[in-house]
């Protein structure tokens, strides 16, 4: 059975958001129901993976704490992939946030906002 709900949206977002269901050929409700389904979706897929990287940073550390005797040059070698495997997780995260946060303007401007925070913070220059 479903349930039917009843949600306000600026005027504006919703001018964006019927453009949007034309341009995909759904109706307004259609188009409202598959972006939030999607939206879900995502939303816990992005927690699974943020667990699995805070895992990974464990483990991480984990492995360099107790893998001192071992050949430098091949501790080196998995730290590298470690690191590499890190930062290609963290490269496709960012992608796939700004994916979503284009289409709501508000969003959008958050994420940019924190996004130039982060890189000042961090003395970094794109």
Known sequence: MKKFIGVRIDENDYDLISRMAKASGKSFS????????KAIRQEMRETSLLE??????????????????QNTAQRDSEILREIY????????????VAELTILMEQ?????MQK???????LELEF
């Open 52 to 69: 699995r990287l805070i895992k990974m940073i464990e483990n991480l550390q984990n492995f360099t704490a107790t893998n001192t005797n």
């Open 85 to 96: 495997k890190l930062l290609l997780y963290l490269t496709w995260h960012e992608k796939t």
């Open 30 to 37: 259609d188009f409202v129901r598959e972006v939030l389904h």
């Open 115 to 121: 996004r130039q925070e982060i890189e000042q913070k």
């Open 107 to 111: 969003k959008r401007k958050e994420y």
